[in-house]
């Protein structure tokens, strides 16, 4: 028998252009993107100020909260809105394995986050560009950082601040495959996230928890988008592995717990 | 066709999730067609339709993109096909609607034609006509029983319908505290008492103590002013007729008392409240 996992991811696409919860998410996006280009001179020395640092402003304030919160919700939904209303059980008595299933769900959410993604910085460049200017980083004094060096580094703030989304994906499917209800699932999803960003330094995990390295990336770009000196080591090291070992522990705690639930009712 | 019987809490409904591999059997194995369900569920279920409890649909997307949703998993995905069973179900015209616009016997109809897609050689359905008029239960049984006579299909129904199950099934099965009490066929299960018969009197009613006196009578239950049941006791209906004629009674019939499945499940299952 074939693999469900793209019949299935097809299916979840088909699902996800239909409901209304992810186009508020992408226009909650919008809503920042438009917001910053009129506040950023507000917040930014003038001198330096270009098209860079208002998309990297734009990406951190993004997936910082907004986009955080909207990832986690939509992920939070997945399974729980399934189970709940019984539409899990239609689908799981056809050929479809538990695992594919819910890899079909974890893949749904990384899509999900990549639009967001895209979109934000679809946003955030277009109307960077029609109030600044991209190219080399430079001040009065002259060219801080080349455009090649700029494009470089954004690219790699990019990618790098898709890793702790990914584990909040992880985390977010995981918390659905362990409750019944959606509102339930939501309500642990963002109950447990405040939770853990309240308390964290008090009890020293600050650095071994996924969500202290949200936006973190971007808060690197953006002293480089301002000439400053900046330094990605080593702790983007330890961001990579925390959020790597979230990815892998989630996904495979939540799959089993997955595999081995009843679903009767 | 075969029922699948029991009280309430017998476990119909959990041996049929523990058939669709929804809830995991505290031992024991189950096969459909030589599969294991939980060693090898993709052979095992792919010619196989089911409809545990109260049929589910994403109720924000019309009927016909939910038997798509579906057709695509079971590799089924023809427009055609889709369309056909829209129509056989009577939602051809109201296929585009959202799920949430329909009622409940419509919502029931189209769990039904989710069953049929991708050609399936057994059905399982939990109570498939639950909720629905007596029209649309006939019209769904009728179909199912088309459907078994001309395509082969096999169709596993459990329902606490006894008459429904009376009607259109072939073969019964009767399970209590999650074990399998008894099962068998249907007619054979529904035949005809021998040494019981139903006595219908034309002018006067009969003397039950009367009767009783006779040797070859065990027992005389009243119906009516007119009508009585009469179960004997190594003796037949020949000798009752000559007997009542003796005695002056004028009998307007005489028949052998029909089973009825209802009297057959209380019989196994000793559970008034849940006949």
């Known amino acids: 028998m074939p693999n469900m996992v793209l019949p299935l991811l097809h299916n979840e696409i088909t699902k996800m252009t239909r409901t209304k919860l992810p186009y508020f998410g992408l226009f909650s996006v919008f809503l920042i993107c438009l917001l910053l280009s009129f506040t950023t001179t507000a917040w930014n020395d003038s001198d330096t100020l270009n098209a860079w640092g208002y998309v990297g402003l734009c990406m951190q304030c993004v997936f910082t909260d907004v986009g955080l919160i909207f990832i986690a919700v939509f992920c939070a939904m997945l399974i729980a809105e399934e189970t709940g209303f019984g539409t899990a059980r239609v689908v799981l008595s056809s050929p479809v394995l538990r695992w594919e299933f819910y890899t079909a769900k974890v893949l749904i959410g990384l899509l999900y986050m990549v639009v967001m993604f895209a979109t934000a910085l679809l946003l955030s460049i277009l109307l960077g560009s029609l109030k600044f200017q991209f190219g080399n980083v430079a001040d009065s004094a002259g060219i801080i950082y080349g455009a090649k060096e700029v494009l470089g580094n954004f690219l790699l703030a990019l990618f790098l601040d898709m890793l702790p989304m990914s584990a909040l994906v992880m985390y977010g499917v995981f918390i659905s495959a362990v409750t019944k209800r959606s509102g339930q699932a939501i309500g642990l999803v963002i109950g447990s996230i405040i939770l853990i960003e309240t308390t964290k330094n008090f009890i020293n995990i600050g650095p071994y928890v996924f969500t202290t390295y949200r936006g973190f990336s971007w808060s690197i770009f953006h002293y480089i988008a301002q000439g400053v000196d900046y330094q990605w080591f080593p702790e983007i090291w330890k961001m990579i592995v925390v959020s790597l070992i979230y990815c892998f522990v989630i996904f495979t705690a939540g799959l089993i717990i997955f595999a081995k639930r009843d679903l009767n009712g | ?275």
């Not at chain 2, 038997?67 to 939602?91: F, P, Q, V, Y």
């Not at chain 2, 009297?263 to 196994?268: K, M, R």
């Open chain 2, 1 to 275: 066709m075969v029922g699948f019987l029991g009280p309430n809490g017998a476990g119909k409904s959990t041996a049929l999730y523990m058939a669709s591999r929804l809830v995991r059997p505290s031992s024991g194995t189950i096969k459909i067609f030589g599969h294991d369900v939980w060693r090898d569920f993709k052979n095992a279920i792919r010619h196989v339709g089911t409809m545990v409890e109260m049929p589910s649909f994403y109720e924000y997307l019309s009927a016909r993109k939910n038997l798509e949703l579906i057709a695509r998993l079971r590799g089924n995905s023809a427009s055609s096909k889709i369309d056909e069973i829209l129509e056989r179900m009577r939602l051809f015209e109201r296929r585009n609607d959202k799920v949430a616009t329909y009622s409940h016997g419509m919502k029931q109809r189209l769990g039904l034609g989710m069953t049929l897609i991708g050609k399936p050689k057994l059905l399982i359905l939990d109570e498939p006509t639950n909720g629905m008029d007596p029209e649309g239960t006939r019209e769904i049984l009728s179909f199912l029983r088309e459907k078994i006579k001309n395509h082969g299909l096999a169709v596993f129904i459990s329902s606490h319908l006894l008459y429904e199950v009376e009607e259109y099934c072939d073969r019964v099965f009767v399970i209590n505290h999650g074990s399998l009490i008894t099962s068998g066929k249907v007619r054979e299960i529904l035949a005809p008492h021998e040494n019981v018969l139903q006595v219908t009197f034309h002018d006067k009613a009969v003397d039950t103590d009367y009767l009783l006196n006779e040797d070859g009578i065990e027992l005389v239950e009243s119906l009516s002013n007119n009508s009585v049941v009469i179960t004997l006791k190594n003796r037949d209906a020949v000798w009752l007729n000559k007997l009542l004629l003796d005695r002056g009674y004028h009998v307007s019939a005489l028949t052998p008392k029909q089973k009825t499945l209802k009297e057959f499940f209380l019989s196994v299952t000793g559970d008034e409240n849940n006949a």
